[in-house]
């Protein structure tokens, strides 16, 4: 399907595609609406084999989304950082999310050719890891990133590669094998 759509609440829709009842003979079927002589989508509708189990992930409307990005463009970016999260960086930046559960955003530097995530400051509670060894490129500036919107997107099911510019954007692409998503995040400065 084609179309401009906000996806909200991804956990959600992680959530309904970890559904057991789904796992086989589902149906998986898109749902549209017709808006100004054009059919756009609306959400997607899954029902289980049986069809006595079934659930519904509406998609935010292309209005709603123009409005919130009116005055964004993107123009692109130079990916200084860009590599494939593997599963234990991820479970532990959801450890290090845990420990400092008051801090909405960490910091993202790289050291000695590690990425790592910052969370805190030291006049306060603290804690860093390295999220990813042996990266080529460095990050020169203390942009910060959203810990809850990061982590909902790495945990969707697929593969994933992340990229993070010095412009102050970062990109994370899950390919499902059925559709690529590419999710920009605006760095937020500390």
Not at 50 to 57: I, L, S
Not at 61 to 70: A, H, V, Y
Not at 97 to 120: C, Q, V
């Amino acid at each position: 399907f084609v179309g401009t759509f906000g996806m909200p609440n991804l956990g959600k829709l992680n959530t309904i595609l970890g559904i057991p009842e789904y796992k086989e003979d589902a149906k998986i079927s898109l749902n549209t609406q017709d808006k100004d002589g054009t059919t756009v989508p609306t959400g997607l509708h899954f029902e289980n084999k049986a069809g006595d189990f079934k659930n519904d992930y509406r998609f935010m409307s292309q209005e709603i989304i123009s409005e919130k990005l009116k005055n964004v463009k993107f123009r692109g970016a130079n990916w200084n950082v860009e590599f494939e999260p593997a599963v234990a960086s991820i479970q532990r930046l959801k450890f290090m999310a845990s420990a400092n559960s008051e801090e909405t955003t960490f910091t993202a530097k790289t050291e000695n050719g590690d990425l790592k995530f910052y969370f805190g400051d030291h006049s306060t509670h603290a804690g860093n890891f390295v999220f990813q060894a042996g990266v080529t490129g460095t990050l020169s500036k203390g942009w910060s990133w959203p810990v809850t919107a990061v982590i909902a997107i790495l945990n969707l099911s697929g593969d994933k590669t992340f990229r993070i510019s010095d412009d102050g954007v970062a990109q994370i692409t899950v390919n499902t094998g059925i559709a690529t998503y590419n999710f920009l995040l605006p760095a937020q400065s500390k």
